[in-house]
């Protein structure tokens, strides 16, 4: 009895599926008692929101998870890690935080620790791989056991950055075919947020991939976990090519920021020409300007009221000149 009442959380279940043995799920009361099952008549999952103390109380009593799956269920740490014994699997990886009110591309630990009969995850703001796992459970998929439910979940966070990168990849071509048209209008700004994402995306599938790689290769690992290490070594494939693509989105954003820059400074450039030329015509009629505007007596065409007519064809012969010169030395070529 006490160890049922140990085994029974009061608060910050947000929910809990026992899944039968042909992998179908029912829900579960959040005041249930939550044990792992035998292996034959299926498995539990339970998901807890850590911010809850209770939660924390309960996942640090209960006597059927492994001691440093308790630990690093409560740790307030965010990096990745994944950690094994002969029983369970236990770690943490990245996600997205699934809430229209705050930013959706900020990454945050989702915690988790199975084994045989069990899954329990956790996280301390709602994320995007549980919320899309249990949609996909109560739609009616089934799933044969803890193993494959974390595949669902890691398959959920692929499939999401999948359909974030292929945003990234639309907006890449939108600002490729006006930088080709020479349209140029705020590309430069446009191509921020795309490289501020396509660096989230790569953070966090190598912060997957360098967890999934070390247990899937780990030479000292014994003949435990057959299913586990098949799964993480299909999730890998699946990374790899993802993370492929999204370093094929930051090469070409790199190569539109120095197209955009070359063409912006080709702009510049003519401007800077148009006014070099202006300002080399213009200044011989200054000159000329300022020599009749001096208050000096003895300047010519003082007398009669056509001196103007003088000075403005003087000012005209300066510019052409000028000109002239200008053209000699090939500055229009």
């Not at 009593?61 to 965010?78: G, Q, T, Y």
């Not at 959920?156 to 349209?183: F, Y």
């Not at 030479?219 to 370093?247: F, K, N």
Request: with cysteine; aromatic share 8%.
């Amino acid at each position: 009895m006490p160890a049922e009442r140990m085994a029974r959380p009061v608060a910050g279940v947000i929910w809990a599926y026992r899944f039968d043995g042909a992998g179908q799920a029912s829900s579960v009361e959040a005041d249930a008692c939550l044990r792992p099952l035998d292996p034959g008549d299926g498995f539990l999952w339970v998901h807890l929101d850590f911010v809850d103390r209770l939660a924390r109380d309960w996942v640090a009593s209960i006597d059927w998870l492994e001691p440093a799956a308790r630990r690093l269920l409560l740790s307030p740490d965010d990096y990745p890690a994944l950690e094994y014994s002969a029983d369970a699997v236990w770690g943490r990886f990245s996600d997205t935080v699934q809430d229209p009110d705050e930013d959706s591309d900020r990454a945050v630990p989702m915690r988790f620790a199975f084994g045989r009969g069990y899954l329990v995850s956790g996280r301390r703001h709602p994320v995007r791989a549980a919320a899309l796992t249990r949609a996909k459970v109560d739609s009616g998929h089934g799933v044969s056991g803890p193993v494959a439910l974390f595949e669902v979940m890691i398959e959920q966070v692929l499939r999401a950055m999948a359909e974030t990168l292929r945003a990234s990849r639309a907006e890449a071509d939108s600002i490729e075919d006006r930088v080709l048209d020479e349209r140029l209008h705020d590309e430069s700004r446009r191509l921020g947020p795309l490289r501020r994402t396509a660096v989230k995306l790569h953070r966090q599938l190598s912060g997957l991939r360098s967890i999934l790689r070390e247990f899937a290769e780990d030479e000292h690992a014994d003949g435990s976990h057959v299913a586990s290490r098949a799964a993480a070594e299909r999730l890998l494939r699946r990374i790899e090519t993802l993370d492929q693509e999204v370093q094929e989105v930051q090469d070409r954003a790199r190569f539109l920021q120095d197209e955009i820059a070359a063409k912006l400074a080709t702009i510049s450039n003519r401007h800077l020409y148009v006014l070099s030329v202006m300002t080399a015509l213009l200044m011989p009629p200054t000159l000329v300007t300022g020599f009749f505007g001096m208050n000096t007596g003895g300047l010519p065409f003082l007398e009669g009221v056509h001196g103007w007519i003088g000075a403005s064809l003087i000012g005209a012969l300066a510019s052409g000149f000028t000109l002239l010169v200008l053209k000699r030395l090939g500055f229009f070529e």
